[in-house]
């Protein structure tokens, strides 16, 4: 069993930066996908961006532009830049990580954009 841990989550006004990480304790087989997603509330969960072990990125088409996913392979860490946040960002942000060990999600962690 995989334990992510999130953190980086807050309150921030309109326009501002927000950065989340997500480490996860111990060794991922690879290939592996990274990443962040999210569920405002009422919604269902939506993708927000990710990463593989190769490198290569994903993101939304709301937070393509705005926002960065970036990984520390010697930490085992993914982060997530999010820049000009708006209100409609506001949810909570759960990490996601999926390899042939299998599917595993984070606590979650808020995020409020005040307008």
């Known amino acids: 069993q995989v334990q992510l841990v999130e953190s980086g989550g807050g309150l921030v006004q309109a326009g501002g930066s927000l950065r989340l990480s997500c480490a996860a304790p111990g060794s991922i087989l690879r290939p592996y996908t990274m990443g962040w997603y999210r569920q405002a509330p009422g919604k269902q969960r939506e993708l927000v961006a990710t990463?593989?072990?190769?490198?290569?990125?994903n993101y939304a088409d709301s937070m393509r532009g705005r926002f960065t996913v970036s990984k520390d392979n010697a930490k085992n860490t993914v982060y997530l830049q999010m820049n000009s946040l708006k209100p409609e960002d506001t949810a909570v942000y759960y990490c996601?990580?999926?390899?042939?060990?299998?599917?595993?999600w984070g606590q979650g962690t808020q995020v409020t954009v005040s307008s």
């Open positions: 990463i593989t072990s190769g490198g290569t990125t």
């Open positions: 996601n990580l999926r390899s042939i060990g299998g599917n595993y």
